[in-house]
């Protein structure tokens, strides 16, 4: 699914009335249409009392329009027109009037007003700012917000956050609506997946509103959003008269004394994922561990018994996973730039090695064209310089992508993935997994995809969302705070599995 931007989605509106002949306030009306199905599906008819607060643009004319049709169906509303200015949107005016020709009478909010009563059991509406903030709002509708956050009911927003903007992170947190759920039209945005701007709002969903099909697909997008149904379109199905031979040979490079767990669970991901052979290049301290707990790799040892200071081999590996618990050793540190010198196999870096890179820039010329880097924040800081905000990070993981021709994976909530200068974010994924082993887990996984036979961009997509969706799947049997790393990688058949599941509908959208 593509992430537009809000220009994007102006255009799209813009397109849609003209090619579909239709004015603002119908493509408003079926928006609001929406909103409302939305909510009477879940509420079917429920006394509860709700607060609907509109600003005085489109936002609020959706927010107005909704109220209307809550109105008609018999629920408990009040409606509040925060007037935060003297302009107001064309389908705004039209919008209030139909409510008013109801016999519904706003409450209008300035400053200086009291504000209204709202108990923890009500539910919030918040349609006061739309795409097109470009300010922060006035302290008075600040105070306002604090004082919907101070309620705790529940805060339903209309297409974002109020406060939100669709480019920068706001520089106070207090002017942002902090939303239970955000409803948005037609298509997701990006601030919903970075950590300094999703935060303010816990879930979300698309609401269709009927834009233009030609448009949403032919559209260049800057991100994209992976979830079931694209990285499906990823999978490459086993054939019948195949062999361990068809599905390559992934070498995994790292581990060091103390540190060997690390390469376990990256070669036992690996083989998870579906690399037809795996082999371990370790320290000697790691082979009894190795060949007692994971018969099926095998094993390469060092000449050192506790760190990698010779990276050689005598096998043909299809791919190399390089760098789980690996050590930055001075030998280490020489055997991987030696081995940078040779090496034209396909690699994904991680760990220790994306530290050696770090301390040594010049190496990242050394790397084989789209070469994986799976940095986690800190990681990430180390080799592209510090960042002010999430928007200039991803701007900066571009620049540095490009330079070097690489696949940068940015793990974190949503892991995106960077490459020719376009993001891709990973839907899957847990606070559960936020524990010791899970990025060698990762590693391992990419690793076994490119030894199957995925391209580089395709291993890392589609590795990204089997190692969410496999912790996502283990969580149904540990809770978040038992999951571990060797836990997700017993989730890796079950997310293989559910990738052909089909998506649970509700009841009433099965009649």
């Avoid at 600040?142 to 520089?171: C, K, M, N, W």
């Amino acid at each position: 699914m593509k992430i537009f931007s809000a220009e994007q989605i102006y255009a799209a509106d813009k397109t849609t009335i003209k090619k579909q002949d239709i004015t603002g306030d119908e493509l408003m009306e079926r928006a609001a249409k929406q909103l409302f199905n939305w909510l009477h599906l879940r509420l079917q008819g429920d006394t509860v009392k709700i607060h609907l607060f509109c600003g005085i643009g489109n936002n609020g004319g959706d927010g107005l329009a909704l109220a209307r049709h809550l109105r008609e169906h018999d629920y408990n509303i009040t409606v509040y027109v925060v007037n935060y200015s003297k302009k107001r949107s064309a389908d705004f005016l039209t919008n209030l009037k139909r409510l008013k020709d109801q016999e519904v009478w706003p409450e209008f909010l300035e400053k200086g007003d009291e504000l209204p009563e709202i108990d923890r059991e009500d539910i919030v509406v918040d349609a006061v700012f739309g795409l097109g903030l470009n300010r922060p709002p006035d302290n008075w509708v600040v105070d306002l917000f604090e004082h919907l956050h101070r309620s705790q009911a529940f805060t339903l927003s209309v297409d974002i956050p109020s406060g939100l903007y669709t480019d920068r992170v706001p520089a106070d947190s207090k002017t942002v609506v902090k939303a239970n759920h955000t409803l948005s039209f037609q298509v997701p945005k990006l601030i919903f997946f970075l950590p300094e701007t999703g935060i303010y709002t816990e879930q979300w969903e698309i609401l269709d509103i009927g834009l233009d099909t030609e448009f949403l697909v032919n559209t260049e997008t800057d991100y994209e959003l992976i979830g079931q149904h694209e990285a499906l379109s990823h999978y490459i199905p086993r054939e019948k008269y195949s062999h361990k031979g068809t599905y390559g040979h992934s070498l995994i490079v790292g581990g060091s004394y103390g540190k060997i767990g690390a390469v376990h669970l990256a070669a036992k991901a690996c083989l998870h994922a579906g690399s037809g052979l795996v082999t371990v290049y370790v320290p000697k301290c790691g082979y009894i561990p190795l060949q007692t707990n994971f018969p099926e790799a095998m094993v390469i040892t060092d000449v050192d018994e506790e760190y990698i200071s010779k990276i050689d081999f005598d096998i043909s590996p299809t791919v190399i996973g390089i760098g789980i618990g690996m050590g930055k050793h001075k030998k280490t540190a020489k055997a991987f730039a030696e081995f940078l010198d040779k090496n034209k196999i396909p690699l994904a870096v991680d760990a220790d090695a994306l530290n050696i890179l770090s301390e040594n820039k010049a190496l990242l010329e050394k790397l084989p064209s789209k070469t994986i880097l799976t940095p986690h924040p800190k990681e990430l800081e180390r080799l592209i310089g510090k960042w002010d905000n999430d928007f200039q990070k991803l701007e900066m993981a571009k620049v540095f992508s490009k330079k070097y021709d690489c696949v940068l994976v940015i793990k974190g909530s949503n892991t995106i993935t960077i490459y020719n200068e376009k993001g891709y974010v990973n839907t899957t994924g847990n606070p559960g997994m936020a524990t010791g082993g899970t990025g060698d887990v990762l590693t391992g996984i990419i690793t076994g995809m490119i030894a199957q036979g995925y391209q580089p961009l395709q291993a890392a997509i589609f590795g990204v969302y089997l190692h969410g969706r496999a912790g996502d799947l283990s969580i149904e049997k540990t809770g978040y705070q038992a999951l571990t790393a060797s836990g997700v990688v017993e989730g890796i058949g079950p997310a293989f599995l559910d990738l052909f599941e089909r998506p649970e509908r509700f009841a009433s959208e099965e009649k």
